[in-house]
């Protein structure tokens, strides 16, 4: 997604290359930190220490890893940190599966229970496992660079992800049963 | 196989991850268990809606957001790496973003900088203790400002030593910058010592307007600190530097041009000359709740003393203290008050919010207070 000549001028100095890489990738970064704290502003926040942070980091950045899960690990290390301050960590076994919330079919467009269903459940993933999807589905991740960027070996990322898709699943068809889409 | 085990068949083949007879054997397993078939298109379901969540974007770009903090940074780094330049090459032009580029590829920098300026902060004493002595030796005249005017009789050369000496000190001041107040408090404290010695004027708008990205926005006193201080070494020899309003008690500092060799370009030319009988008192009337801006200059002859009141400048007839001329009000701090050799003209700068500056000779002859374009 980033071109390595720009990345390497970006290392040797070249300030504007070094801003237009974190024009590039500001999106990504912001994406990450959107559904693993599922809160814009916090994701604003967390997106820019992020860039902040590759902004004063990028002549530690080595070739032999990929530019792509050099940038999620810093993002995603600053998501759980903030992640961790702001909310008390729960094991996925502790979790409440049962949404209390009543809604009305006529309410709401369909599709948009769906994104608001599934960011509703990944919310209450724990930290590492939201982590993992989150870089599954919307940075679009193999498990190998899933393992890159949270430092995880590969095993427990695949765990953490059939957990948590197993997780996901039984939420939402718990609010199928509930008829909440029929 | 049982269910467990084909759980995970179903998983990794969410993800692609299945070789062709795997996928048959999934296949034939949902085939003939409802379950995991239910659950099979369940998790596929998920899958595709996980996949097709929003692409959010940020509301504004973040990187324009950050630049100013990004600017900081960069004058972070400078003034690590400006100590060495500051011993003597002169590259105060240079932009910060070449600055940084310049620490990153040398980390060392720091290192080397906190050696030359151990040895050079040792200096600064010797130094500091001539000059005191040099003062005490001219303090037998009789007015307050008598300290500043026996410094300004410092030579060229002992000047120049003094400034870089001084840019030192400072350096050390600033190294906590985090601790704002702190650094405030060091400079204040070293204030004396720099009013009679070396004036801080000009420079520091030149460097605001060369950050963009920050200009005009010194709300942050560390980083502004930085910044003054980075500009300052880079400096060199030459070149006087004014510190942002919020944390420099300006009376104080200002000690009357000592030009140490090459007034700076925003500076303009030749009028900081080092035999002018120029007196700073370090008084500390605060005004706007911050600054001291009380500013006089006796004119050579010994006939008239300009002053800085507020906006504008009175001129005061020696003899019998009346004012002979009063400058219209500018819209900016007045500095930097020299008289001409024969005390027909006094200049003086007006040192915008914007950080320009505009130069005005004050002709005592026809009263005319003009804008010097040169």
Partial sequence: MVEPDLIRAAQSGDRDALITLLREIETHVYRTAYYILNNEQDALDAAQEALIRIYTKIGSYEEKAQFKTWIQRIVTNICIDKFRRNKPTVSIDEHDMVFHEKRNVEDEVMSAYAVRDIREAIDKLPEHHRAVVVLRYLQDFSYNEIADSLDLPLNTVKSYLFRARQQLQTLLHDYQKGGVRG | ?374
């Avoid at chain 2, 070449?98 to 050079?120: D, F, H, L, N």
């Avoid at chain 2, 007015?143 to 410092?154: L, Q």
């Avoid at chain 2, 070494?233 to 006087?240: I, S």
């Fill in chain 2, 1 to 374: 196989m049982n269910c467990p085990e084909v759980m995970e068949l179903m998983q990794r083949q969410l993800d692609d991850d299945l070789a062709e007879g795997e996928m048959e054997v999934l296949t034939n397993h949902t085939r003939q268990c409802p379950d995991c078939a239910a659950m099979f298109e369940r998790l596929k379901l998920l899958s595709a809606e996980l996949t097709s969540l929003p692409k959010v974007t940020p509301s504004y770009s973040l990187v324009d957001a950050i630049l100013p903090q990004l600017e900081q940074l960069d004058t972070h780094g400078q003034q690590e790496a400006a100590a060495a330049p500051a011993a003597g090459a002169p590259e105060k032009t240079e932009l910060p973003a070449r600055r940084t580029k310049r620490e990153r590829r040398w980390p060392s920098m720091r290192v080397m900088s906190g050696v030359i300026a151990a040895g050079i902060v040792a200096g600064l004493f010797l130094v500091t203790y001539q000059q005191g002595g040099g003062s005490a030796g001219n303090s037998d005249g009789s007015t307050a400002a008598n300290m500043s005017s026996a410094e300004v009789s410092v030579t060229d050369q002992t000047a120049n030593r003094t400034y870089s000496l001084k840019s030192y000190t400072r350096d050390e001041a600033a190294a906590a910058p985090e601790v704002s107040t702190e650094a405030a408090d060091q400079l204040e404290l070293q204030h004396d010592l720099d009013a009679m010695k070396q004036p801080f004027e000009g420079d520091k708008e030149e460097e605001a307007i060369t950050n963009s990205g920050i200009a005009g926005k010194a709300d942050d006193s560390a980083g502004a600190a930085d910044r003054g201080q980075s500009t300052e070494n880079l400096g060199g020899g030459g070149g006087v530097i004014s510190e942002p309003p919020a944390q420099e008690p300006e009376a104080g500092a200002f000690g009357g041009p000592i030009d140490g060799g090459g007034a700076d370009s925003a500076e303009g030319t030749g009028e900081a000359d080092n035999n002018k009988t120029i007196t700073g008192e370090p008084s500390f009337v605060p005004e706007k709740g911050f600054t001291a801006n009380e500013i006089s200059a006796t004119s050579p002859d010994g006939s008239y003393i300009a002053k800085v009141e507020g906006y504008t400048i009175r001129i005061y007839a020696a003899s019998d203290q009346s004012v002979v001329h009063e400058s219209a009000r500018k819209n900016g701090r007045l500095m930097n008050l020299v008289w001409s050799e024969d005390s027909a003209q006094l200049s003086y700068e007006v040192h915008l919010e914007q950080g320009s500056i505009e130069k005005y000779i004050i002709d005592m002859a026809t009263g005319e207070d003009l804008k010097d374009v040169q």
